[in-house]
């Protein structure tokens, strides 16, 4: 059975940081392009960063460029998402998700597999 299941996800100080997980189970995620996404209540769900699988290269959303990180373990069949300067506009749910493809990209409906989501809320 296919799971993905995200972590790490709180409350923190605007400029502070927090490192989200997301862990794969009944599927290889090497095997497939990964990605970040957050969903605010009554918003859509808008891509953050995703990696392609063949060749490792990364996008981000332009606001969060220079400021989040994506990553993986193959290893631990982990991916994750480092978050520093976090500002209050990046509370929101955050889920990862899993496609097959050319390349990653950050439109959600491109996504087959997806995690239920970690809370992140940015406040003082």
């Known amino acids: 059975q296919v799971q993905l299941v995200e972590s790490g996800g709180g409350l923190v100080q605007p400029g502070g940081s927090l490192t989200l997980s997301c862990a794969a189970s009944g599927f290889t995620l090497g095997d497939y392009n990964i990605g970040w996404f957050r969903q605010v209540s009554g918003k859509e769900r808008e891509g953050v960063s995703c990696?392609?699988?063949?060749?490792?290269?990364?996008h981000y959303r332009d606001s969060v460029k220079g400021r989040f990180t994506i990553s993986r373990d193959n290893a631990k069949n982990t991916l994750y998402l480092q978050m520093n300067m976090l500002k209050p506009e990046d509370t929101s749910i955050y889920y990862c998700?899993?496609?097959?493809?050319?390349?990653?990209?950050?439109?959600?409906?491109?996504?087959?597999?997806w995690g239920q989501g970690t809370q992140v809320t940015v406040s003082s």
């Open positions: 998700a899993a496609s097959y493809g050319y390349r990653c990209s950050l439109r959600p409906y491109e996504y087959a597999y």
């Open positions: 990696i392609t699988t063949s060749d490792n290269t990364t």
